[in-house]
């Protein structure tokens, strides 16, 4: 955001990669929001959309190879927001150059790339990799989590949680209403109940008339945690009426549920109510804050805090199973490495 930070130290400059709906959203925050970090560049394959983006700050240098951004001295930390099947290689291109990444979510298209990154970060000896997963980062799901961590509603047995998208471009097919809406749930119920997902079933409701032509939407999943628990979630991305993200966690002494939406509450005009966002860069916009700071404050420390590519690794092993499992209609078995 400045150039002055707060303990004197130059600021962390950033370079953003892929600066389609999410990146420039990203690129935005970093330059106006985040504390001791500077947007110095973003790469897009689209020369125009990155020229137009980085025309809105001053001194963005521009990259059509995303790869010569993360090589450039004048880079020390890179958001990867770019689409999931080109993750690997930028990941990688991190590592080897020994700078701090937070990757958007899935980290990559399937377990055995996933696995590679773990590998070789661990070969790299340091730890340089988020993954972005904001959830964990939103102010009601972190209260959700700490209040379950501290035992006050004994043990969580079960986790109920609703993913509803307004809309989402043609191009959305059925299989990533799992690799890319429902990983989110999946890494929430393994952080929530603090244990692996053993088993999924991704069930095919009747379609919404909503969907594309063969797209299963909405889709029902269900999880068995390693310790006997259970997860359903519903995914419904073209629900039409904006974007609702709940979660209802039930434990042996009580519930609790984020996502209720209860922001400003309007009676007028015969009708009461109050607003559904139109899409999660609303919804989730103190997460993605919080998830970058916090991704900065640690870079600059010289730690990774967040969400590991064990996490990117463990969830995108749980949706290739669930992708499987939505073909069949069978639970799959899941196994890590
Ligand atoms: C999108 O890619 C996201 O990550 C959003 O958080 C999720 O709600 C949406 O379903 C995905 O398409």
Known sequence: MTESTQDGRRPLRVGVIGVGMMGADHAERVANRIANAELVAVADPDLERATALAAGFDGVRIFADPLELVADPGVDAV??????????EQVLACLEHGKFAL????LTMDAESSLRLVEAERRGGRQLVQVGFMRRFDPEYAALKAMLDSGDLGRLLLVHNVHRNKTVPDSFRSEMIVRDSLVHEVDVCRW?????????????????????????????????????????TEVFVTCTIGYEVRCEASAELGNATVGL??????RSANRWGGEVPDDFR?????????????????????????PTTWDGYAATVVCEAGMESLKSGAPMKVGLS
Request: glycine share 12%.
């Open 79 to 88: 958001v990867i927001a770019s689409p999931g099947f080109v993750h690997e």
């Open 103 to 106: 990757c958007e979510k899935p």
């Open 192 to 232: 929530l109940f603090g244990e692996e997902i053993v088993e999924i079933t991704v069930h095919s409701p009747a379609p919404t008339s909503n969907a594309a032509e063969g797209v299963i939407d909405p889709q029902v999943a269900v999880f068995r945690m390693a310790g006997g628990g259970m997860a359903t």
């Open 282 to 306: 609303v919804r989730f916009a103190a997460a993605y804050d919080v998830e970058v700071q916090s991704w900065v404050d640690a870079s600059r420390r010289g730690e990774v805090v967040g």
């Open 261 to 266: 939406g209860s922001g400003v509450f309007v």
